[in-house]
């Protein structure tokens, strides 16, 4: 049997209209349910200016978590936070995507832009 990894999303009080949504694991179809929840809710609600994802404690992300994450890019209101993993830094060169999102070395810095 294989190392069972936990994963959760932890979703922070917002404040000053930015939201914390912290992504903590392996993500993939079968285990991203709670991650897109929390980022619909994020989207839809218009006192949100701000979605940072932190992302620095991915263990594994595949193509679900990143169209997750391109859903949310859409919104106009999505920062990355990290620092990136290397497996979900691996998967945004590979796909070329890694242009496409503002990443922000913390969350904090996130937070600010």
């Known amino acids: 049997m294989g190392v069972q990894v936990e994963h959760h999303v932890e979703v922070r009080p917002d404040e000053d209209g930015v ?48 169209n997750e994450m391109l859903f949310l890019l ?16 691996r998967l945004l060169d590979l796909t070329q995507a890694r242009d496409l999102f503002p990443i922000a070395d913390s969350v904090e810095a996130a937070s600010s832009l």
């Open 74 to 89: 859409r919104t106009g209101r999505l920062v990355l936070a990290g620092p990136l993993p290397p497996q979900l830094s």
């Open 19 to 66: 939201r914390v949504i912290v992504c903590v694991g392996e993500f993939d179809q079968d285990t991203l349910e709670p991650l897109r929840t929390s980022g619909a809710r994020a989207a839809s609600d218009p006192d949100v200016r701000r979605i940072v994802l932190d992302v620095s404690q991915v263990a594994f992300a595949d193509s679900s978590m990143l």
